[in-house]
């Protein structure tokens, strides 16, 4: 079975910068250190990148984040339909989706088998498209409405109260600050290594 790379966002250039788009983020810096160029798939409305010589294959959903799956599912199912059908709930290890967790403080993140915030729907759509919710999930914390609210710490200049009361679908659509963005951009870099020693061993020395 190849190995795919998912990047969960919204397309459009009005979401480009924000923290819901942080998987498509990751895909594109995994697409740059691959030397890969991303090209429109209308069949599948996706965008991809790949060399299936070294087995890696790049998605970038351009439906809506709540319907990441269509497209997702079309893609895994025409290349690996024989994989999807060997079993009622297969075991995906060459299946990685990376999107935006609340769940997660911002400045951490996980990957992680199997495990899955409840609630996202871009994440739900792929387990109902998939049939399965046995992949990898490259979980990108964005929450930084409470962070340094602990004891002994301080909130970031770019933090206010009125943020904390943010709902957590509004959130997720505003952008990262400047500040957050110098947090972020080393994070990435560790993220795609390891997605790389994971998923493509062979390629991680690059």
Known sequence: MRTY??????PGETY????????????????????LTWKHDAKFKAEV???????????????????SGEAVGGIVRYFDKEELAKTD????????VCYDDLDIPFGQYKIQFGKHPKIHNGVNSIIQALGTDQFWNVRIGTESRLQGTQEGQQKPQSMDQAS??????????????????????????????EIYAKAFPSQSSR
């Not at 679908?169 to 963005?181: A, G, I, S």
């Open 164 to 193: 904390e009361k943010i709902p957590g679908e509004t959130y997720v659509l505003t952008p990262f600050t400047k500040e957050e963005r110098d947090v972020l951009a080393p994070m990435i870099e560790r993220v795609v290594q």
């Open 5 to 10: 790379m998912i990047g969960l966002g919204n």
């Open 16 to 35: 480009a910068h924000t923290r819901h788009n942080v998987g498509f983020m990751v895909a594109d810096a995994v697409a740059q250190k691959a030397e």
């Open 89 to 96: 709930a297969p075991n995906l290890q060459s299946v990685y």
């Open 49 to 67: 990148a790949q060399d299936m010589g070294k087995g890696i294959f790049l998605i970038k959903p351009q439906a809506f984040m709540n319907k």
